[in-house]
Nanobody
Framework: QVQLVESGGGLVQAGGSLRLSCAASGRTFSSYTMGWFRQPPGKEREFVAAISWSSSGSTYYADSVKGRFTISRDNAKNMVYLQMNSLKLEDTAVYYC??????????????????WGQGTQVTVSS
């Protein structure tokens, strides 16, 4: 069982930066692939980024955020982060942290993640 709590959302101007954090409970955190998803207003939840459980810590990004967002994890602290730079209006959404595993490979699909946080709102203004 993994419990996830996101933080760090807020209001930011276009071009600005935010860092989202996700605190995870559970002793087996390091064995889970972790992902960030987002749900824009009136739209379905979509994949943003993922980081594997393996020691390589391989990362994967949606094309829309590649080069602007960076996912990372600190297994010693049971934390996952999403650094978001050069934010755009279209990045406005509720952002969710999710866990898949243990020992499952990355996935871009909402249905393949087992645990979810409650979400944190990110609003980008012009």
């Amino acid at each position: 069982q993994v419990q996830l709590v996101e933080s760090g959302g807020g209001l930011v101007q276009a071009g600005g930066s935010l860092r989202l954090s996700c605190a995870a409970s559970g002793r087996t955190f390091s064995s889970y692939t972790m992902g960030w998803f987002r749900q824009p207003p009136g739209k379905e939840r979509e994949f943003v980024a993922a980081i594997s459980w393996s020691s390589s810590g391989s990362t994967y990004y949606a094309d829309s955020v590649k080069g602007r967002f960076t996912i990372s994890r600190d297994n010693a602290k049971n934390m996952v982060y999403l650094q978001m730079n050069s934010l755009k209006l279209e990045d406005t959404a509720v952002y969710y942290c999710a866990a898949r595993g243990p020992y499952y490979s990355r996935s871009y699909y909402v249905s393949e993640y087992d645990y979810w946080g409650q979400g944190t709102q990110v609003t980008v203004s012009s």
